[in-house]
């Protein structure tokens, strides 16, 4: 069974960064995409940055420039580091990862979530 965990949530000032974590465990053979999504109230859930296992990366136009995700194969873990934080950040965030199982199965897996709250 996979398992996402995320971590580094909390509260910050705006103009103020955050880290956030999320390590894949289980039975992995690989990880093709990892990546980070969000959902604000009231609002649907969208795509904040993914990564391939090539390091390939893509952003939502809303964190260009602010946020940088990577990833660390060896440890299966992925990271978002977020500068220059807006109250229009806040949200739930939620690490997710694209893969395959050592079994051969297909993964598509979500942690359980994050709360990143930008006030003063």
């Known amino acids: 069974q996979v398992q996402l965990v995320e971590s580094g949530g909390g509260l910050v000032q705006p103009g103020g960064s955050l880290r956030l974590s999320c390590t894949v465990s289980g039975s992995i053979f690989r990880i093709y995409v990892m990546g980070w999504y969000r959902q604000a109230p009231g609002k649907q859930r969208e795509l904040v940055a993914d990564i391939t296992s090539a390091d390939n990366t893509n952003y939502a136009d809303s964190v260009k420039g602010r946020f940088t995700i990577s990833r660390d194969n060896a440890k299966n873990t992925v990271y978002l580091q977020m500068n220059s934080l807006k109250p229009e950040d806040t949200a739930v965030y939620y690490c997710?990862?694209?893969?395959?199982?050592?079994?051969?199965?297909?993964?598509?897996?979500w942690g359980q979530g994050t709360q990143v709250t930008v006030s003063l």
């Open positions: 997710n990862g694209v893969g395959r199982v050592a079994a051969g199965t297909a993964f598509n897996s």
